[in-house]
């Protein structure tokens, strides 16, 4: 749904009141949201104007979440969202791997990135020429490439997973050789998974790893557990192992999103990135967070200013461009991911 209604300061401050998360990145006073509110409603303009549509990842600040997103989710629903949309424009608050996918679906409309520091240390882990390496190294193995890669390593690849259905998806391929790239701490998830359903798979997997993720440690659930015995643990798959055998639910940010929306009212230890405990303060008040939470430079480099630059000024780096032979290789690598997720 487009967001083209004028907001009051007033309403933007109820709705981001009882954000606190990241020090002073996320909180909002009356004064900041009088600051805030004359660049959204400009943008919500904008937007009409050039028949845009604004995606947001969680991850990004309450205001653009609030204050601009038509759409909120986690990697899977926006990808599908950029696939639905009339929009001719797409602006895509999140890193640079979220832009190339909504391009790849759309390579008609004008996908803009309005993150000033849009890499990931996920998908900058490996690039196409170290794929092919390892397909020659590993053949017979069917390649599957978590959606934080770039279009080059998406091209090289049969199959695009995102944290929503990694599992599933590895299981259904009808090859019990599978190669996993890049996430050497979701890969030994995916082992073990596929090992606790049954499932006899040789499964190798590459060594990168998200930095915000890998902060994380299990010595942070034990110390939770015993100051508050009732607390849910719940975590995303790019933690490592020991924190996924010893959480309650693990999932991609959306999938978390809809377990404390079932969950009744109590203490929870979140171990993702700071931008979805924005989201519960907001929507799931009763909710009472304990623990810290880590912060993605990354996601965290999206601005009101610079959406609106994007919007008036683009520049040719705000602008997806991908050669459209590594497009055509890399939408056939997304859609393998919806034929398998039906
Ligand atoms: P989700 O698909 O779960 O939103 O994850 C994307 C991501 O970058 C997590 O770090
Ligand atoms: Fe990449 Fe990690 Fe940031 Fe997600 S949280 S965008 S995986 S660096």
Do not use: W
Not at 173 to 179: H, K, S
Not at 285 to 311: A, F, Q
């Amino acid at each position: 749904m487009l967001v083209t209604e004028k907001i009051t300061a007033e309403q933007l401050y109820q709705k981001l009141k009882d954000v606190k998360i990241g020090g002073q990145v996320c909180q909002y006073s009356r004064e900041k949201c009088e600051e805030l509110t004359p660049l959204i409603n400009e943008i919500n303009e904008l937007k009409r104007e050039k028949n845009a549509c604004i995606l947001v990842h969680s991850y990004v600040t309450p205001e653009i979440i609030y204050g601009v997103g038509d759409y909120v989710g986690d990697s899977y629903i926006l990808s599908k969202r950029a696939m639905e949309t009339e929009a001719t424009t797409i602006v895509f608050a999140a890193v640079r791997f979220m832009g190339d996918t909504a391009k790849i679906l759309n390579p008609h409309k004008d996908v803009l990135i309005p993150g000033l520091n849009d890499g990931c240390t996920l998908a900058d882990s490996i690039n196409a020429g170290q794929v092919q390496a390892l397909r020659k190294e590993f053949p017979g193995y069917t390649f599957v490439c978590y959606i934080n890669t770039t279009a080059a390593v998406k091209a090289e690849c049969d199959v695009c997973v995102t944290s929503s259905n990694v599992y599933d998806i590895c299981q259904n391929i009808p090859n019990d050789r599978i190669y996993f790239l890049p996430d050497k701490l979701m890969g030994q998830n995916l082992v073990d998974e596929l090992a606790k359903r049954g499932v006899k798979k040789d499964i190798r997997f590459y060594n990168g790893t998200c930095y915000v993720h890998e902060e994380y440690d299990a010595e942070q659930i034990f110390k939770v557990r015993t100051e508050y015995p009732n607390a849910k643990i719940i975590a995303h798959p790019e933690c490592n192992d020991d924190i996924v055998k010893n959480s309650d639910y693990v999932g991609s940010t959306a999938q978390l999103l809809d377990y404390m929306k079932t969950a009744p009212d109590g203490e929870f230890l979140m171990l993702t990135e700071c931008g979805l405990a924005g989201r519960l303060q907001v929507e799931l008040p009763g909710k009472k967070l304990v623990g810290s939470c880590n912060l993605c430079r990354y996601m965290k480099s999206n601005s009101l200013e610079d959406i609106k630059r994007v919007l008036t000024q683009p520049t040719g780096r705000d602008r997806i461009h991908i050669d459209p032979l590594v497009m055509d290789r890399a939408r056939r690598c997304i859609e393998a991911m919806f034929e398998y997720a039906q």
